[in-house]
C-alpha cells in the first residue's frame, strides 16, 4: 500500500510543465483588450481555453519594448506569460497562434 501512494505521488507531481510569452500588439487579433490589464488577462485565458490548450496561470507584464507608433504591429511594451502542461501537440499549437516558448 506505501508502495502504491509513492507512486501515485511521484505520477501527480512528475507532470512536465512548459511556459510560453507573447508580445502584444497595439492591434490584437487573438482577444479583446479590456479597459485593464486583469480584464484581459481574462479574455487570454477564455480565448486559450476556447481552443482547448489549458493554460494553468496567465499573467501581463510591462516588461518588452514598446514602439513609438500607432500602427498594428507596432508592440505595446506587454507581454503575456502562460503556463501549461507540456504535450508536444500543445506546444506547436501554441506556437501557430504566435507564442514563444521560455
Known amino acids: 500500500m506505501c508502495l502504491w501512494l509513492l507512486w501515485a505521488c511521484q505520477k501527480k507531481t512528475g507532470e512536465k510543465y512548459v511556459s510560453f510569452r507573447y508580445t502584444q500588439i497595439v492591434c490584437d487579433e487573438h482577444w479583446a483588450t479590456g479597459a485593464t490589464d486583469s480584464a484581459t488577462v481574462v479574455s487570454v485565458r477564455r480565448y486559450l481555453d476556447s481552443l482547448e490548450l489549458a493554460p494553468l496561470d496567465v499573467q501581463v507584464r510591462?516588461?518588452?519594448?514598446?514602439?513609438?507608433?500607432?500602427?498594428c504591429f507596432c508592440?505595446?511594451?506587454?507581454?503575456?506569460?502562460?503556463t501549461t502542461i507540456y504535450e508536444e501537440e500543445r506546444v506547436r499549437r501554441y506556437g501557430v497562434i504566435g507564442f514563444q516558448q521560455l
Do not use: L, M, Q
Open 62 to 71: 510591462n516588461d518588452g519594448e514598446s514602439d513609438a507608433c500607432g500602427i
Open 75 to 82: 508592440r505595446t511594451g506587454k507581454r503575456f506569460y502562460v
